[in-house]
């Protein structure tokens, strides 16, 4: 298993580590992200790589299905 963190976190690295410009203040869990992967959730959200669950929720400690997983890495092919 995966965490939404740890999957944007591994993309965002796999990318060199560029810049984000996603807001994570708009989502109401937005605040529980773990430090390290805080840069990787600007970037995936920005990017449109990881969207938000329902009620807008990032749920970064959330494990991913594969469906949820096929869907990320297709955003980013």
Same mark, same amino acid.
């Given at each position: 298993?995966?965490?939404?963190?740890?999957? *944007?976190?591994?993309?965002? $690295?796999? *990318?060199?580590?560029?810049?984000?410009?996603?807001?994570? /203040?708009?989502?109401?869990?937005?605040?529980? &992200? /773990? /430090?390290? *992967?805080?840069? &990787?959730?600007?970037?995936?959200?920005?990017?449109?790589?990881?969207?938000?669950?329902? +009620?807008? /929720?990032? %749920?970064?400690? +959330?494990?991913?299905? $594969? %469906?949820?997983? &096929? &869907?990320?890495?297709?955003?980013? %092919?």
């Amino acid at each position: 298993p995966v965490t939404r963190e740890q999957l *944007a976190t591994i993309l965002w $690295r796999q *990318a060199g580590e560029p810049g984000g410009s996603g807001d994570l /203040s708009g989502c109401p869990d937005g605040d529980d &992200a /773990s /430090s390290y *992967a805080v840069p &990787a959730l600007e970037w995936a959200v920005g990017e449109g790589v990881l969207s938000g669950l329902g +009620g807008g /929720s990032l %749920a970064p400690g +959330g494990v991913l299905s $594969r %469906a949820q997983l &096929a &869907a990320v890495l297709m955003r980013m %092919a």
